[in-house]
């Protein structure tokens, strides 16, 4: 039973050009929702994260996206740059984050020049 | 500020013995978690500790598999009489404290492969 699911395991994305990673979960209770990059042989690296009152935050070229109501989120790159090539990971948590987080399988995001 | 220690980097075991893997967190960090990564698919969360105390352990295999965060000293993951399937890349993340919305910092990771 999976309760965070990114269907996407890739997606290929210009550079220059926007790219949007999803994430759906299934679980309501969730209430803190964090995006990670993981490059290979390496732990993952923490990019930004919303709360479950919130339906958006910014962090300089991230965005993410929040719908409650269909459990939905999304991660918004924008201008994609080569470093960004990467698997990216959703995950979430109950706790506000102080409790263990739930993860996706990740999307791997390839940025072509 | 050294952000989250992991050693050994990598390791390596025959079927039986005993792996430790141990967890330094971030400075002013009381919070550790130990997650599994298996090929191909996402982190799985296994245990949430506190200095000596373990908060939630419902991620932990019910058998072979301990953990304990000392007073003094790293946070270790034991894993006695490993099997094959226990290979795997192990991380550690930290955050600094069990309140609001607090996200976790990740180690690189140890990498145990049973022979």
């Known amino acids: 039973d999976q309760q965070v699911k990114q269907n996407s395991p890739s997606l290929s994305v210009q550079e220059g050009r926007i790219s949007i990673l999803n994430c759906d979960y299934t679980?309501?209770?969730?209430?803190?929702f964090l995006w990670y990059k993981k490059y290979p042989a390496e732990g993952p690296t923490f990019l930004i994260s919303?709360?479950?009152?919130?339906d958006k935050n910014e962090d300089g070229r991230f965005t993410v996206f929040l719908n409650k109501s269909a459990k939905h989120l999304s991660l918004h790159i924008v201008p994609s740059q080569p470093g960004d090539s990467a698997v990216y990971f959703c995950?979430?948590?109950?706790?506000?984050?102080?409790?263990?987080?739930?993860f996706g399988k990740g999307t791997h995001l390839i940025i072509q020049p | 500020n050294a952000g989250v220690m992991q050693n050994p980097r990598h390791l390596v075991r025959r079927r039986g013995q005993e792996a430790r893997l141990r967890c330094s967190p971030m400075?002013?960090?009381?919070?550790v978690y130990w997650y599994r990564q298996l090929p191909e698919e996402g982190l799985k969360f296994m245990v949430y500790?506190?200095?000596?105390?373990?908060?939630?352990e419902s991620g932990m295999p019910k058998e072979r598999f301990s953990a304990e965060f000392p007073k003094e000293g790293p946070s270790i993951l034991r894993i006695q009489q490993v099997v094959r399937g226990d290979s795997a890349a192990y991380f550690c993340?930290?955050?600094?404290?069990?309140?609001?919305?607090?996200?976790?910092?990740f180690g690189p990771g140890t990498r145990l492969t049973v022979l």
């Open positions: 500790l506190q200095k000596e105390n373990i908060i939630d």
């Open positions: 919303i709360s479950s009152i919130k």
């Open positions: 400075k002013g960090h009381s919070h």
């Open positions: 679980n309501s209770m969730f209430d803190y």
């Open positions: 993340a930290s955050s600094p404290q069990g309140q609001g919305d607090n996200e976790q910092f």
């Open positions: 995950a979430a948590s109950e706790g506000g984050g102080a409790d263990g987080l739930t």
